[in-house]
């Protein structure tokens, strides 16, 4: 990432924590990162441009992160327990990018959403992966009621911890979310009413398969590697999610998946990556 937009990006941060995002003024960070209005415009169209950018650069940040903290143990309890650890870690040296996301109700339309549609969906995709890989397909079943409630442990100690300013061993802790966690899947497989939710009331978490997500993962990073507006990136990644909507259904649309990737593919970087999602989606009949 260039300089100047990093510098931008983690002042917006901690300007965002203290003042609130909708109090925060573009003026007011660009004098804080000591850059002007014209090399901030270079790098985002607006605020919500920003803002944006703010989650996807945390998100890359702790997903690799979580990628490496699985080299120094070879048992998947003791791989979940690390990375549970360096994700409170993150979020402990990070604690600005926590009361953003737990004290303000940002609402920017769309394109938040189709980001944090992204978010979740690798959220769930590497909780089920760890989950499964410790306790055997017998979790199947009752997955997303597991994966609900392992969210739901992680999430409330962040927001606890944003907003009476805890302090905390991460170790310790992870160990505990760990065990709270496997005697949440105790009684899920011991428990009659269980589940509560299943795959079918996901849908659109669990029915793209991995090779068209895998595609549409590349697609997107791709997008943010080349020289491009930020209105064209914007405009290439709600065209690329909405292929993932929409492949994500009991009975996609082909002709919208057509146009999307019609439309994505006339970017020169873009054109080999399209052609295999067509090939993935729309020829596999």
């Not at 997903?63 to 360096?86: G, R």
């Not at 004290?103 to 992966?129: L, P, S, V």
């Not at 595609?215 to 290439?236: A, G, W």
Request: overall charge negative; glycine content about 2%.
């Amino acid at each position: 990432m260039h300089e100047k937009k990093e510098k931008i990006i983690g002042v917006a941060m901690k300007l965002f924590s203290e003042k609130g995002f909708h109090a925060t003024s573009i003026q007011q960070i660009v004098q804080e990162a000591n850059v002007s209005k014209g090399a901030f415009y270079i790098y985002f169209d607006s605020k919500d441009d920003l803002i944006i950018a703010i989650f996807q650069t945390y998100t890359s940040i702790v997903f690799d992160k979580l990628s490496k903290a699985t080299e120094t143990a070879s048992d998947p309890y003791e791989q979940l327990e690390k990375q549970v650890a360096v994700l409170l870690t993150l979020f402990r040296d990070h604690k600005e990018y926590l009361i953003v996301h737990f004290r303000e109700n940002i609402h920017i339309g769309e394109k938040i959403d189709t980001i944090i549609f992204q978010i979740h969906k690798q959220g769930y995709d590497w909780a089920q992966e760890r989950i499964v890989a410790i306790y055997g397909e017998k979790v199947n079943d009752c997955i997303v009621d597991i994966v609900i409630n392992f969210d739901g442990l992680i999430n409330s100690c962040f927001k606890w911890i944003a907003i009476h300013n805890l302090q905390f061993d991460p170790e310790r802790l992870a160990r505990t979310i760990i065990k709270r966690l496997d005697a949440i899947i105790q009684t899920c497989l011991h428990d009659p009413d269980s589940p509560v939710f299943t795959k079918k009331d996901v849908r659109k978490l669990v029915d793209c398969s991995d090779e068209t997500l895998l595609l549409i993962d590349q697609l997107i990073e791709k997008v943010e590697e080349l020289e491009l507006s930020s209105n064209e990136k914007e405009q290439i990644t709600e065209a690329v999610m909405a292929i993932k909507e929409e492949t994500a259904k009991e009975e996609p649309k082909k002709i919208i998946i057509k146009t999307m990737l019609a439309y994505i593919s006339q970017f020169e970087g873009l054109k080999q990556l399209s052609q295999k999602l067509s090939e993935n989606v729309l020829e596999k009949d």
